[in-house]
Every structure is written in C-alpha cells, then in structure tokens.
C-alpha cells in the first residue's frame, strides 16, 4: 500500500530541520546517512551511499541495541577521528533516525488502519 | 559522562545546577550543549509532547516515558520520569507498571498503549494497522495513539543520548527535588 507523505508537527519538523539539514561540524549528509542507517526495517528511510570506515558499528548499536552501548564504542570513533564535536552530532543524528523510523511507522500503522469509526 | 565538553559545561544553565546540588542531569547538559543544534528544538518538543497533552494527563505521559526507557534498558530514563510520574499517579503504580503492565491495577486503554508503545520500541517493523484496530477497541482515540507516538518518539532520542553519553542517574536525595523541579517548571527552562 502506498502511504501519503507524512507531514509532522512543527516541533518535530524543526528538530528534523537542525539536526539534519543544519550547520554543524559534520556535514548534514553525512547525519543524513547515519540517521538514514538507524531507521528500523520498515521505516521509509532514504537510500544513502556507505558510512566511512569504523563509523558502522556505532550506528547499529546505538540505533538498534542501545543498552549495550559501551565506552569502547566511542573510544572506537575517537580513535577514527572523530572529535567530541562531531561524536555528539553523530549521536544524534543516529538517535534522531532511530526514533523517526518509528514515529513513521507508528503513524504509518494510524494511516493505513483508516479513518476511525 | 564520556564527552568533555557535556562533563564540563561552559553553560549558565548547567553550571549553576553543577554547583547548587553537585550534579549536572545528562538531558539538560546535552540540550543546553550548542543549543541551536538539537537541544532548544527538543526541548519545545518535549514540552509539547509531555506536558501538552489532550487525550492523555501529565502522570501518564511520564509514565510512558519511564516505560519505554525500561525496555531501552534506559535507567535515567527509568528513574527521573518515573519520578516525576509518581508526583501525579503515585508511586505504586508506577512501580506496578515498570514491573509487570500486563497485571497492574490501571485501565485498559493505558495497559494497551502501553503494550503497542513496547512493540514499537522492540519490534518497530511488526507494528500496523491491527495494532492500531486493538488500541481502538480497547478506547484509545487516535488523538491519544498520536500523542503515545511522540512521547514515543521523544524517549527513543534521549534513551539513545543516554546510552551514548553514559547518563548518571541522579543520587536517591535529588530524585524527587528534580522531579518537583520538573513538575513545576517543565522542560524548557532547563
């Protein structure tokens, strides 16, 4: 079933905004890529081209199993190159991704139960 | 907390709580950290999408917050918004719920959301419409699965940052002063 365009609340577009189309130390593609990455299955995420080298295993553990997120994984981006700045905006991108998947999903599921008796 | 930059802030905000109670909450140093970047857009979110609500009161949008962040494996989480969500429900439930939702004392249109906001959390890509059919029959409106979609949406972000940036959960004296704190004041101000 093909699903409308969704069209989110202002505060979560504007969040969307910043953290994915905004200035910061990383470029917005690349937390486009991550947050693309840590969509869950499903989710209409765009197609993005390969992650750089050792940036992979943060996002899918982050994005999909968080509990088990250790020190050793950002010591494994700091080791990559990447500096405090741009750890932080990667996080959040991939936390962005990880939640927006499942709002979608969710407000996919609403759609496509049609319209409420 | 493993980025410097969150461990020493350079913020008013965070550094009069560092030197008032000796404790810096991981989510007001993360949003007051390069603001314009993530924490300001969230932190308006975050009082709409839990103190904003029209199906649903203040003490059970916590207490889906403090749910979801149990089935992150999320103890912050856990622990603040379960706080703050015992101010309005009590702490009984609260402690029911996070134990076992399927045999607590609550309604039936809260034990559902609650059982598709652990599907979304758990298995995202096995949610659809019959779950939204089983929240209807169980009278959920779909005002209220929108406003579970965003606390949903809301706790995923931080329980994420949290697990990133190793969140301590506050001392057992600051647990309830934060949760009054943020009771009365909401998210925004930090």
């Known amino acids: ?117 | 907390m493993r980025l410097s930059v969150l461990e020493e802030p350079e913020e008013r905000g965070p550094q009069f709580l560092k030197k008032a109670l000796g404790f810096v909450p991981g989510p007001v140093a993360v949003m007051q950290y390069r603001p314009a970047f993530f924490g300001r857009h969230y932190a308006r979110a975050l009082e709409e999408g839990l103190r904003g609500g029209k199906a649903w009161r203040r003490g059970e949008l916590e207490l889906f917050a403090a749910f979801i962040s149990s089935r992150n494996q999320c103890a912050y989480g856990t622990q603040t918004h379960g706080a703050v969500a015992a101010l309005y429900l009590g702490k009984a439930i609260v402690r029911e719920v996070l134990a076992d939702y399927l045999t607590a004392s609550i309604a039936e249109p809260l034990r559902a959301t609650l059982i598709f906001l652990e599907k979304l959390t758990l298995l995202p890509a096995e949610v659809g419409p019959e779950d939204v059919q089983r929240l209807r029959e169980a009278g959920v409106s779909d005002q209220g699965i929108r406003e579970a979609l965003l606390v949903s949406f809301l706790t995923a972000i931080m329980n994420r940052l949290s697990a990133a940036f190793d969140f301590e959960p506050p001392p057992p004296r600051l647990a309830k002063p934060l949760a009054l704190l943020t009771r009365y004041f909401g998210y925004e101000r930090g």
Not at chain 1, 55 to 68: K, T, Y
């Open chain 1, 1 to 117: 079933m093909s699903r409308k365009a969704i069209k989110y609340p202002a505060v979560i577009a504007n969040l969307i905004n910043a953290v994915l189309h905004g200035p910061g130390e990383t470029s917005a593609l690349l937390r486009q890529a991550v947050a693309s990455r840590a969509a869950p299955k499903g989710a209409n995420a765009a197609e993005t081209g390969p992650l750089p080298p050792g940036l992979a295993p943060f996002v899918d553990r982050l994005a999909h199993d968080p509990g088990n997120l250790g020190s050793a994984d950002i010591t494994a981006l700091r080791v990559a190159g990447y500096d405090e700045d741009e750890i932080f905006e990667l996080a959040v991108g991939v936390a962005l991704g990880a939640a927006l998947g499942r709002l979608e999903l969710g407000l996919a599921a609403l759609q496509e139960a049609g319209p409420c008796d």
